[in-house]
């Protein structure tokens, strides 16, 4: 059975949520701010954390932060703001994804699903073994990114689309496109979603944005990793 740790400080929203999630099979944990969520999380991890972004005390971009400097946990973040800022910036903290309130109880757990999915080494990968571009080297089995034999940290979403640049090395793949095989579903992402994602995963790579070598950009079409990136 999966944990769910959902930190929020509606009590009604983490009733809901929990009782929702309980009785389509998991096991579900909650916390009524920031701190209490990070000693759940140190006691016993979770499978995945629902993260509220306005809590008082610590806010969810805090307790992301904290998360992030030790444990690849995925994290699906909840906000109620209808600007873009709050999800732009939950994912270049290290969120997973992210679900914009009020939202229903079907959405969230279809998330949950689909970020879970990526994580599961029991699931099949139709790609399997070492993938290659140039210096860059993509353990899949390990869910593991080097370059020129040195680490790269990457969040659960970030590796899915690098992975899925280097399978298809060469070839141009669409923002959406590129979301969809990234998460394994259709996904309606916001506009930056995905450029947001690729600017992360260029930082950690040491790309400079204004000339990358090892995630280029197609104006107006989409990303490719060149097989042989110089």
Known sequence: MRTILVIDDDERLRELV????????FSVQTAEDGDAGLARIASAAPDLVVLDVMMPGRDGFEVVREIRKDSKIPIIMLTAR???TDRIVGLELGADDYLPKPFNPRELLARIQAVLRR??????DPTTGR????????DVDRRHVELDGRPIELTTTEFEILRTMVANAGRVIGRDRLMELARGEDFASFDRSV??????????LGEDPRKPIYVKTVRGVGYTVPRDPA
């Open 18 to 25: 929990a009782e929702y999630l309980s009785t389509r099979g």
């Open 82 to 84: 209808g600007d873009d």
């Open 119 to 124: 994580t599961d080494d029991s699931t099949p």
């Open 131 to 138: 993938l290659r571009a140039g210096p860059l080297t993509i």
């Open 195 to 204: 450029d947001v994602h690729i600017s992360h995963i260029r930082k950690k």
